[in-house]
């Protein structure tokens, strides 16, 4: 089964330290056409690039150009997301294969410095990238996490899901970053907050930042406003030895 993974190099000549970066969900499941659309971010690959990093954006089973069927957590009529935990928390340990098979992808390419690499996503990718870099520290120097969550908070099942997941992430010995924005649709800063205090109770490092959008502008799509977050961003890149 392949998968397909969309690359962004820097100029100049490699290898380059890398960063995988983690889409998200498409938002409540029951629009099968968005699972074949490639995720790929371009403030997040300018901004990384521009420093010298290689940026790699792998699409999971089923999603964008990859082989396989998209199963992360449905109903059992696939009509949308389940909010039911066990199908949720399958769903994760899914996704979670997918992410590890191209970071051993990645690590085996000549343009990639295998020693200094980041697990970064947004939403869905965000709490797989924390939890992927406890699972790898010997691939991963830190996380980036973009207001990351598996289940919406409007599930009922959203709190047992998310925050377990999150503190299995604070087995990394690696920094971490929690990029968060106010008025967000899916989680509410409270919910995230309360996840991020599971992480540090459960042995993990990181900083928790928040940001506000205009006011018409859904706070769980941060990541495509790099005015908020890129010098909080540039801080902790160069403090893992980066940038």
Known sequence: MTLEVVLYKPLGPGPYPAVMFNHGSTGTGDDPSQFRI??????????????????????????????????????????????????????????????DAVAEYLV?????????????????????????AAERPDLFDGAVNFVGGWLGEGCQDAVVVNRPTF??????????????GDNDTFYSLSHSR??????????????????????????HFIVNDPTLWTDDLDTFVSSIGGG
Request: aromatic content about 12%.
């Open 38 to 99: 490639t995720y790929t971010n371009e403030a997040i690959a300018r901004f990384f690039a521009d420093r010298g990093w290689l940026v790699a954006f792998p699409q999971r089973r089923g999603r964008g150009a990859s082989d396989g069927t998209y199963d992360e957590g449905f109903t059992p009529d696939r009509s949308r997301y389940s909010c039911l935990a066990v199908p949720a928390l399958a769903g994760f340990e899914r996704a979670l294969l997918d992410v």
């Open 194 to 219: 309360a996840n991020f205090d599971a992480f540090i109770a459960a042995g993990g490092t990181g900083s928790f930042r928040i940001y506000m959008r205009a006011p018409s502008l859904n706070g």
């Open 108 to 132: 085996a390419r000549n343009d990639v410095d295998a020693t200094r690499m980041l697990s970064a996503g947004t939403s869905r990718g965000g709490v797989l990238a924390v939890v992927h």
């Open 167 to 180: 503190a299995r992430g604070g087995a990394s010995p690696g920094a971490t970053i929690w990029l968060y």
